[in-house]
């Protein structure tokens, strides 16, 4: 007799596991259905005819739109505008991004992208960087921009490319920058910062940048008036200035 229960029990829990696998797949299959039914059309709908940038300098047109993932056939309503935007985020030229539908089939975004602030010289490769030091594009070929090249490697010497990274801001600011041919910054430690001006070799230091670099102006017309040619520029000690002639006198 209890064989005979232990059988029936089994049969009930087979046919009832049977019963809601099918339930399963018929569950299943008419979501498809519907998906295919009543969703399909959606992306007909308002087709996309027109993809619209503004505020892009550096990327093209046809650049961004394959970022954004959007077909000429997809539906306006159907997009988001939240996936289409972190698309384009993945970018590191892309700071923000402002996706807008404009029915009945216009696309339109504007760009803000970032600003090359400096050429990164590290282990041979030459990068760009924006003005936080994050890396845009890796350069290849002969067409070089001008810009500040700071030369180290930021994972090494985060403090010192900290500073260096300063020092290039502070110059760009206070309009330093431009006229010049040539503006090399090493990125060691904070202590050692250099920068080598049009061949002029400045020996920076660490902390009062914008005092230093002040002074540093002051020391250049008195050099140019005065004739002198000079091995380097010594700034690294607070209030002091040393001027090293390439006649080993010591201007102070």
């Given at each position: 007799m209890k064989a005979n229960n232990l059988m029936r029990a089994g049969k009930k829990i087979n046919i009832f596991g049977i019963f809601r696998n099918v339930?399963?797949?018929?569950?299943?299959?008419?979501?498809?259905?519907f998906i295919y039914i009543y969703l399909r059309p959606v992306r007909s709908v308002l087709p996309i005819k027109h993809v619209v940038f503004t505020g892009n300098k550096h990327l093209t047109d046809d650049e961004l739109k394959v970022?954004?993932?959007?077909?000429?056939?997809?539906?306006?309503?159907?997009?988001?505008?939240?996936?289409?935007?972190?698309?384009?985020?993945k970018s590191p030229w892309i700071k923000s991004i402002s996706v807008r539908k404009q029915f009945p089939g216009t696309l339109s975004m504007v760009i803000d992208e970032a600003v090359p602030?400096?050429?990164?010289?590290?282990?041979?490769?030459?990068?760009?960087?924006?003005e936080k030091g994050k890396f845009l594009e890796e350069l290849k070929g002969d067409s070089i921009?001008?810009?500040?090249?700071?030369?180290?490697?930021?994972?090494?010497?985060?403090?010192?490319?900290?500073?260096?990274?300063?020092?290039?801001r502070l110059m760009n600011d206070k309009?330093?920058?431009?006229g010049r041919d040539h503006i090399d910054i090493f990125a060691r430690k904070p202590h050692e910062l250099t920068v080598t001006i049009d061949g002029t070799?400045?020996?920076?230091?660490?902390?009062?940048?914008?005092?230093?670099?002040?002074?540093?102006?002051?020391?250049?017309?008195?050099?140019?008036?005065?004739?002198?040619?000079?091995?380097?520029?010594?700034?690294?000690?607070?209030?002091k200035a040393i001027v090293k002639p390439i006649t080993d006198k010591v201007v102070k």
């Open positions: 339930a399963v797949f018929i569950v299943i299959f008419a979501i498809a259905i970022l954004t993932g959007v077909n000429a056939n997809d539906s306006l309503i159907a997009i988001s505008n939240k996936k289409v935007s972190l698309r384009l985020l602030f400096a050429l990164l010289d590290m282990n041979s490769h030459l990068f760009l960087i924006d921009p001008f810009l500040p090249v700071i030369t180290g490697d930021p994972f090494r010497e985060k403090e010192g490319f900290s500073e260096a990274l300063n020092l290039a309009g330093f920058s431009p070799v400045v020996k920076m230091g660490s902390g009062m940048l914008e005092e230093k670099l002040k002074r540093l102006i002051e020391l250049e017309d008195e050099i140019k008036n005065r004739g002198i040619p000079v091995d380097y520029i010594d700034l690294r000690f607070a209030g």
